[in-house]
């Protein structure tokens, strides 16, 4: 019997389990956690801001967070996908894909004109798929120079 694959909007109430899956794919990729609790006071705090959280499945077994903001260089929103992860046992089924196509589907109709990501290099399966919907890697263009990536803690 297969499991459920409807993605939803999440709300508030589903801050525990949000937090739950952040804290499991941090742990999973060796980043620093804060603990669940944690994560799921700070979305509460952050709900009524451009947060957005899709959830898949019955778990949930699977999260999309989005984030906007204003952009400069059009009249819609700039939407940011944050994070996107699928717990490992539900992995290969078609959840992933169906979180991002929903991602791309919300973007779309909050009028951002692009979405962007960044992920991993050995991170190869989430690789494929952002390719596989159409995703461009700006870093290593075929004409253009390297794009690099920076960041620093305040």
């Known amino acids: 019997m297969s499991r459920r694959m409807t993605v939803r909007l999440a709300h508030a109430g589903d801050a525990k389990a949000i937090g739950r899956l952040l804290h499991d794919f941090n742990v999973e990729y060796s980043e620093p956690a804060p603990d669940a609790a944690w994560i799921a006071g700070r979305l509460r705090a952050l709900w009524d801001e451009d947060l957005v959280?899709?959830?898949?499945?019955?778990?949930?077994?699977?999260?999309?967070?989005?984030?906007?903001?204003?952009?400069?260089?059009?009249?819609?929103?700039?939407?940011?996908l944050a994070e996107l992860y699928v717990v490992p046992a539900r992995r290969g089924?078609?959840?992933?894909?169906?979180?991002?196509?929903?991602?791309?589907?919300?973007?779309r109709s909050r009028g951002a004109d692009r979405i962007e990501l960044g992920t991993s290099e050995d991170d190869v399966a989430a690789r494929a798929l952002?390719?596989?919907?159409g995703f461009t890697n700006r870093?290593?263009?075929?004409?253009?120079?390297?794009?690099?990536?920076?960041?620093?803690?305040?």
């Not at 870093?139 to 305040?154: A, K, Q, S």
């Open 53 to 80: 959280v899709l959830l898949v499945g019955d778990g949930p077994d699977g999260l999309s967070l989005l984030r906007y903001r204003p952009s400069l260089w059009s009249e819609g929103p700039e939407c940011y």
């Open 139 to 154: 870093e290593r263009p075929p004409d253009g120079p390297v794009m690099h990536v920076y960041e620093r803690e305040l």
């Open 93 to 107: 089924n078609g959840l992933g894909r169906a979180l991002l196509e929903a991602s791309l589907e919300h973007a």
């Open 130 to 133: 952002y390719e596989k919907l």
